[in-house]
């Protein structure tokens, strides 16, 4: 082979490795065009049209090439009905977010802020009803409150107060998750139960005045229990109760120590779950006065479907009392156990007297509102003294004690054959009326001189 032939040669050699290498790029192009996911809407429409920094962007096959590449695939814009369902920064600005759709009366913006997991049938449509209820708005100086922290998250309220009129406040819930990296996201949207609840624990009655929605969770029934008992509504937190483990009797004096102390539910994450299962649940309901703070526990379990409260603990209540009297002479505990089972409230006396506090008529009157909501519901009352003086003597003042107690009742409208009593003076002391060594126990007659209110309901 001459020079001249072996130019040629190697000459259709190098142009046969160029075109082959610009129809290997145009093949790449092409799949990688196609490669392209349809539905990121983020991105925008030059950027996802545009092949990456230093190919051209000509749409034109390369000489040599029969066919041009294919075109991108094209990448549809979110529609309106999407529902926004991204994390947020913090739970105030996931809960301002919805207090921002709700302000606006925009329920279907709300409905797409939630996302269709946290808003369920048969609840949507209760929520819809107050979202949109025109005779409602957000209370101008506190829209929006922190309820409970669980280690499974938040639970926040935005509440409603009525524009003009006699309609109720409202609350709306919802519950929010916190991620590792601190965003938060909304799990669920629910409602309160309402003051008049079913057996079953759930709502009778909604905004809408629509059918019962399906059985309320265990923080929502602890919820209605401790704003009915702070409330004085008897009845509600009774029919929220398991009547198998806690006692109107204990109901009641739970009733009687928050209004001895004129507590109230805290404004600010009133509750802390510290334990939630499947069957079980322990909630503390946190509550203050002008001077006192303190708390009492509710411990709730299932029954069938329903959350029942199975347990009160209120100890640290009594102590508050306790401590704001200031260790006086007479001690402060609504509830004993009744010798003859379960529970007796009792009510205390100063030395020789038959006389009422102011005290014992607010707890007296909790007792009425009780027995007024049945003439079948009979109270017995037992009058109690301590050992000094005679036998008959104190027959006679255990007798008036127990006395008193019933006119007072009669006069809050309590029928008279509602209300048994009975005298016993000195022979059932709670405490020793003697030390052991002989001594006078004031603390221990301070005690005794008393009378105990059986509910026999």
């Known amino acids: ?88 920064r913090s739970p105030a600005a996931a809960v301002a977010a919805l207090a921002e759709r709700v302000g606006a009366k925009d329920f279907e913006g709300f409905a797409k802020l939630v996302g269709p997991s946290a808003l369920v049938e048969p609840v949507r449509g209760e929520v819809k009803a107050l979202v949109e209820n025109s005779d409602l708005t957000l209370d101008p100086s506190n829209p929006q409150v922190e309820i409970s922290k669980s280690a499974e998250g938040l639970r926040w309220a935005l509440n409603f107060v009525p524009v003009s009129g006699e309609k109720s406040a409202r609350q709306l819930y919802a519950d929010l998750k916190e991620a590792e990296d601190g965003s938060v996201e909304i799990a669920k949207v629910s409602l309160p139960l309402e003051p008049s609840v079913s057996p079953g624990g759930a709502s009778s009655t909604s905004a809408a005045g629509s059918a019962a929605v399906s059985p309320a969770d265990a923080l929502t029934v602890a919820h209605t229990f401790s704003k009915a008992v702070v409330e004085r509504d ?21 009733m009687i120590a928050i209004e001895e102390g004129e507590f109230e539910l805290r404004t600010e994450r009133p509750f802390v779950v510290t334990l939630a299962r499947e069957d079980i649940t322990w909630v503390l309901a946190r509550i203050q006065s002008e001077g006192m703070a303190s708390e009492f526990a509710v411990e709730l379990g299932k029954v069938g479907e329903a959350w029942k409260v199975n347990g009160l603990t209120f100890s640290k209540v009594l102590s508050a009392l306790s401590e704001a009297a200031g260790g006086g002479d007479i001690a402060y505990s609504p509830i004993v156990e009744d010798p003859a089972g379960g529970d007796s409230l009792v009510l205390y006396f100063e030395f020789d007297d038959s006389g ?27 009058g109690h003294t301590d050992s000094l003086g005679s036998a008959d003597y104190n027959i006679g003042l255990s ?40 001594s006078d126990n004031p603390k221990g007659r301070s005690e005794n001189r008393r009378a105990e209110v059986l509910l026999d309901f």
């Open 1 to 88: 082979m001459n020079k001249t032939t072996a130019i040629i040669f190697f000459g259709i050699i190098l142009v046969g490795l160029a075109i082959s290498l610009f129809t290997l790029r145009g093949c790449g192009k092409k799949e990688e065009l196609a490669a392209i996911p349809a539905g990121i809407a983020s991105v925008p429409a030059e950027e996802r049209t545009s092949p990456p920094t230093g190919e051209a962007k000509s749409d034109r096959a390369p000489e040599g090439d029969s066919e041009p590449p294919a075109p991108a695939t094209p990448v549809p814009a979110p529609t309106a009905a999407a529902p926004v369902t991204s994390p947020f």
């Open 234 to 254: 008897f009845k509600t937190a009774r029919e929220l109760a398991d009547p198998g483990s806690v006692t109107d009797e204990r109901v009641a004096a739970l």
């Open 399 to 438: 007798d008036r004690r127990a006395e008193s107690i019933r006119k007072e009742l009669v006069a809050n409208g309590v029928k008279p054959e509602q209300v048994v009593t009975e005298a016993f003076g000195a022979a059932k002391p709670r405490k020793p009326n003697f030390l052991p060594d002989g």
């Open 356 to 382: 009422l506090t102011s005290r014992t008529k607010r707890q007296l009157a909790i007792v009425a509102d009780i027995l007024k909501q049945g003439q079948e519901r009979v109270i017995r009352i037992n």
